[in-house]
């Protein structure tokens, strides 16, 4: 029950967080500086909902340990939501027409990482980084958060 709540907070504070960038960012499109000043800011703040999730999820395990597969399970299906609404905020960014395939681009590759971790979350226990392809990609594109494997 108290993980249950947990994960209903973290995703309520991101759709918070998230609606104040999309609603602000609605109206014309961004230049590419502002368009990557905003989606830095929410990868910025999902890094920080996944980080506090992390938190509670590995609270038990001593410095240095590495969590076991069902702690990895655990957590990827409590940052789940978080990852699926950073998804859909990068997406309503406006972005300028001639940039709107680079951003799919980058975005479709996250997607396909976060599928991956959802599908096998021992993949983030491996040598295995299943977002290689969108950190090149976003930071091919500019972004300084998004693309850090970590956001």
């Known amino acids: 029950m108290r993980r249950m709540v947990w994960v209903v907070a973290v995703s309520v504070a991101l759709a918070m967080a998230l ?9 014309e499109p961004l230049s590419k500086k502002d368009y990557i000043k905003a989606a830095d800011n929410i990868c910025r703040q999902a890094n920080q909902l996944r980080d506090e999730t992390a938190t509670s999820d590995f609270a038990d395990i001593p410095a240095g340990g590495q969590p076991t597969l069902e702690q990895m399970t655990t957590y990827i299906t409590d940052i789940d939501p978080i990852n699926r609404q950073e998804l859909d905020g990068l997406r309503e960014l406006p972005a300028t027409s001639g940039e709107k395939k680079k951003v799919k681009k980058v975005y479709k590759a996250v997607e396909k990482g976060f599928d991956a971790i959802f599908a096998d979350p021992g993949l983030l226990l491996s040598d295995t980084n ?22």
Not at 146 to 151: I, K
């Open 19 to 27: 609606s104040g960038t999309a609603v602000a960012a609605q109206g």
């Open 130 to 151: 299943p977002f290689a392809k969108a950190d090149k990609l976003a930071q091919k594109y500019g972004f300084k958060v998004c693309g850090s494997s970590s956001g």
